[in-house]
């Protein structure tokens, strides 16, 4: 992430002699990074390991926000809850305890030393392949050429013979009265609470509210969602949405959907007052903290863009094409500022697909299977295809579905909540897609997903042998089950049709 507010310049100091200083002279490179996010730290590591002479910069995170304040640290966090929920239900596993308290200093602290250990470790590639990280605030002020001011007001300008600009996006803070005053949570600040909020509203009911609702429920919180739409996780089969909100429910958190956010007052951490509008009714909830999940903007504000020649999209992304070019010769875009789907193993993908257009390789984005996974417990992950996607191509399938109950490694960790269900091609065995509630869901996820890549056919991972009693097992009951064929839309206008003419 990188976030450019302060432009200093050096040409407009004027030294103890009275005299302008000189200009910094440009530091020529083969590549210059902008954003030191995941896919182009790799991009870093990799082309410096290769011969190149590289430089990432980015104004405060080793490495981006993935390791620092995102991904890793969310999870880190996420895995003290699910401890936490396990000592809260030890007597189902026969064993007693005489209560229990949350430390959440000791929560972070454990987050924190993972966080400074992935510092360290990339600190340490950056050493070992030759590559340069800077820590500093980075603008464009000519083609290729970007200004860098370091912490102690040094300036530096390095001009690359190719640059990638990787910055990233920020939590998205909507127009709504009081909401800015009210000072409110994002997950940086989330991830860095050293006390269990009395009560905790969670504006937003996609990935981050939803994994950090039931975190912070589990650590001893009160906690009410808010969504705008009438289901959680909307762009995912009923179903699903369904499945989701009977477990926030079932640990005790309010969720309040279809709903909005007319005004708010207070300070979040201290005291903070909510005015919603629910079905035409409003109500006023009164909470200590407040948690803004909804949605991301992209960080190309300040960067100078313009001077170098990139375009934006008209929702304030960099316009790249297939191949992840900008509208300016030799500037590249990754990861979510390039409006690629919002997954560090997706800025990851992007890395590989500039790589090899550098190398010559005909490389791009267009088509590519993009997995995910809801880090909630159990977890909830998909590839491919689901229903909806399917019915709204109009795509035929074969619909198998299993409850979690059916997989007997899940018995075993009495965590059978859920179900796996896969799309398999109408008039073939080929598998369109998979979607799993469950325990363990985005391992058995990345098993269906390799086969997909292969080619494998549904039919293979049923006759297939694998090890008893595992996750992954669970995949032969689902495709020995006896699929459904749900009729398309355009079937069911047919035979209406049909009768209508009888």
């Given at each position: ?11 407009t ?7 302008l ?7 020529e490179?083969?590549?210059l990074?902008l954003?030191g996010?995941t896919?182009s730290t790799?991009a870093?590591w990799?082309f410096?390991?290769e011969g190149?002479?590289v430089?990432?910069?980015d104004?405060?995170y080793?490495g981006?926000s993935?390791p620092n304040?995102?991904?890793l ?5 996420i ?10 239900h ?5 064993i007693t305890?005489n209560g229990?308290?949350?430390?959440m200093s000791g929560?972070r602290?454990?987050?924190?030393k993972m966080v400074r250990?992935l510092?360290?470790m990339y600190l340490?590639?950056y050493?070992?392949?030759g590559a340069?990280f800077?820590?500093?605030t980075g603008?464009?002020?000519a083609?290729k050429t970007v200004?860098?001011v370091?912490?102690d ?5 390095l001009?690359?013979m190719?640059?990638?600009?990787s910055?990233?996006?920020?939590a998205k803070l909507?127009a709504i ?5 009210a ?5 940086i600040?989330?991830l860095e609470?050293?006390?269990i909020?009395?009560h905790?509203v ?5 990935y981050?509210?939803v994994?950090f ?8 919180s009160?906690?009410?969602v808010?969504?705008?739409r009438?289901?959680?996780?909307p762009?995912e089969?009923e179903d699903v ?5 009977g477990l926030?429910?079932d640990?005790g958190?309010?969720v ?6 007319k005004?708010v007052?207070?300070i ?6 909510v005015l919603?509008?629910?079905?035409g009714t409003?109500?006023?909830l009164?909470?200590?903290?407040l ?8 960080n190309t504000?300040g ?9 934006l999209?008209?929702r304030?992304y960099i316009k790249v ?5 900008t509208?300016?010769p030799?500037?590249?875009a ?7 789907p919002?997954f560090?193993h ?14 010559g390789?005909?490389h791009v ?8 996974c809801?880090?909630t417990d159990p977890?909830?992950?998909r ?8 019915r ?10 299993v409850?979690m ?6 018995r ?12 398999v091609?109408a008039?073939?065995?080929r598998?369109l897609g998979?979607?799993?509630?469950g ?7 990345s098993s269906?997903?390799?086969a ?6 549904y039919t293979a ?7 008893h009693?595992t996750?992954?097992?669970?995949l032969?009951?689902?495709?020995s089950s ?18 209508a003419?009888?």
């Open positions: 992430m990188n976030n450019t507010k302060n432009e200093t310049t050096s040409d100091r004027v030294t103890s002699s009275g005299q200083p000189k200009e910094p002279l440009v530091e490179l083969d590549l990074i954003g996010g896919g790799i870093a990799t410096a390991a190149k002479r430089a990432a910069i104004r405060k080793i981006g993935c304040i995102a991904c640290p969310s999870k880190n966090i895995h003290s809850a699910k401890v936490a929920s396990y000592f809260r030890s007597n189902e596993f026969g305890h229990f308290t949350i430390d929560v602290e454990r987050k924190r250990s510092n360290e340490s590639n050493e070992k392949t340069e800077i820590p500093g603008r464009f002020i083609p200004e860098v370091l912490a007001g040094t300036i530096r300008r001009r690359g190719n640059v990638i600009v910055t990233g996006t920020r909507e009265p009081g909401l800015a005053e000072q409110p949570l994002t997950h600040e989330a609470l050293d006390q909020p009395e905790l969670v504006v937003g009911s996609g981050v509210g994994e609702a039931q975190a912070m429920r589990r650590f001893g009160r906690v009410t808010i969504g705008r009438p289901r959680l996780m762009q089969d949405s369904e499945a989701l909100r926030l429910e640990e958190i309010d309040l959907l279809n709903t909005r956010i005004r007052s207070g979040s951490g201290d005291s903070v007052r919603i509008e629910q079905n409003e109500k006023i009164d909470a200590s903290h948690l803004v999940a909804a949605g991301r903007t992209p504000e960067l100078g863009l313009e001077l170098a020649g990139v375009e999209t008209d304030g094409n297939e191949r992840l070019q509208t300016a030799g500037v590249w990754i990861g979510e500022v390039a409006g690629s919002q560090t997706i800025s990851v993908d992007d890395f590989r697909v500039v790589h090899n257009n550098l190398n390789v005909h984005t267009t088509g590519r299977q993009v997995p995910y809801l880090f977890e909830l992950a590839i491919g295809l689901n229903e909806n996607e399917a709204a191509q109009g795509t035929a399938y074969r619909l198998f579905k409850p109950e059916s997989n007997l490694r899940a075993t960790l009495s965590e059978t909540r859920g179900f796996v269900k896969a799309l091609e008039d073939s065995d598998i998979f979607t799993a509630f325990v363990g869901a985005a391992e058995i996820m269906v997903q390799i997909m890549n292969a080619g494998v056919l991972l049923r006759d297939a042998i694998l090890t009693p996750l992954v097992e669970g032969i009951p689902l495709f006896t699929p459904s064929i749900p009729r398309m839309e355009s079937e069911v206008t047919t035979s209406q049709a049909l009768t003419t009888r």
